[in-house]
């Protein structure tokens, strides 16, 4: 099968895209680095392995319509991190910006290739549920009303404008990612590395998260499964409180837990993006376990078990 994806180098990326390519699959990863419609060959991943693609998301299709034909699935994760910097204007706009022309232009691809590919699965986050509290959260709930989920709610629609071109569409709410070297995690061991970790704001707000394993594994799950369709959330089936969270992070780095983060300090250090770390997101994979999903890691204890190895 011939997989196209945008944002395969990154965290999530990566190893989806090495995944497919070891089972002797035709990945093309787009990326910005290479003039658009220029290709490389990944050297290492065997054949026909990894292609990387020149393309630029500036919400026309460009070059990418040949790309697409052919292919079985288009996997979207394009977009500006929402973190490592202060929320101005300018970062809210890159971080909007980034994914809506993304995304437009492979809906424009879609309209422009002459074989279109059948899945169109594409990026969100559990931040389209806004700050909920203590409420569970399926794929059926409504929309926040903060920026992250005004983001997410349009960035989901221009992917389901891919629909109009006969492909199934399949949106990811994504939770927190965990693995060892890369994503939240290492920023969020770091307090415990040196003995003052612990819970942040209070600790009471619900944290939505996924082992890495699980999430990569749930995309290919999802490709693979035709009754699949709409927003999946991608989560593990046991969100924990951020206190939870911590107090079993702790014990993964036996260090201890006992140092809150408060409220007013992360709010001045951080501005608004501080206020993606209290909302509270209590979703759970409705679809997934529906449609026979069988998590390897579905506690937070498993997973931080499978990540520090004890």
């Not at 993304?102 to 806004?130: H, I, M, W």
């Not at 629609?157 to 629909?163: G, L, Q, S, V």
């Not at 969100?239 to 837990?257: C, D, I, K, M, Q």
Request: some cysteine; overall charge positive; charged content about 20%.
């Amino acid at each position: 099968m011939k997989v196209v994806i945008a944002g395969g180098s990154g965290f999530l990326g990566s190893p989806l895209s090495w995944a497919w390519a070891e089972e002797g699959h035709d990945v093309r990863v787009l990326t910005r680095s290479l003039a658009p419609g220029q290709a490389q060959h990944e050297s290492g991943t065997g054949s026909p392995g990894i292609t990387r693609v020149g393309w630029e998301p500036d919400g026309s299709a460009g070059q990418l319509a040949r790309e697409f034909d052919g292919a079985g699935a288009v996997i979207n994760l394009a977009g500006t991190s929402i973190a490592g910097a202060r929320w101005t204007a300018a970062r809210k706009k890159a971080i909007r910006d980034s994914r809506i022309r993304a995304t437009q232009s492979l809906v424009a691809a879609f309209a422009e290739s002459a074989s279109r590919p059948a899945v169109f699965v594409s990026a969100s986050g559990v931040g389209y549920y806004g700050d909920r509290g203590t409420e569970v959260l399926t794929e059926d709930a409504s929309p926040g009303a903060d920026f992250l989920a005004k983001v997410c709610s349009e960035w989901e629609t221009e992917a389901r404008r891919a629909e109009a071109h006969g492909a199934r569409v399949v949106l990811l709410r994504t939770g927190i990612v965990l693995e060892r070297e890369g994503g939240a995690l290492p920023q969020m061991m770091r307090p415990f590395r040196f003995f003052v970790g612990g819970p942040l704001a209070g600790g009471r707000q619900y944290m939505s998260w996924i082992h890495r394993h699980d999430w990569t594994e749930m995309v290919r799950w999802i490709v693979e499964t035709p009754q699949v369709a709409g927003p999946v959330n991608m989560t593990a089936p046991h969100p924990v409180t951020n206190r939870e969270f911590s107090r079993a992070l702790g014990r993964a780095l036996h260090r201890p837990s006992l140092a809150p983060a408060p409220r007013f300090a992360l709010k001045t250090i951080l501005g608004e993006m501080a206020e993606s770390l209290f909302a509270s997101q209590r979703a759970v994979p409705a679809r997934a376990l529906a449609a026979g999903y069988h998590f390897r890691y579905p506690e937070i204890e498993i997973a931080f078990r499978g990540i520090f190895g004890d």
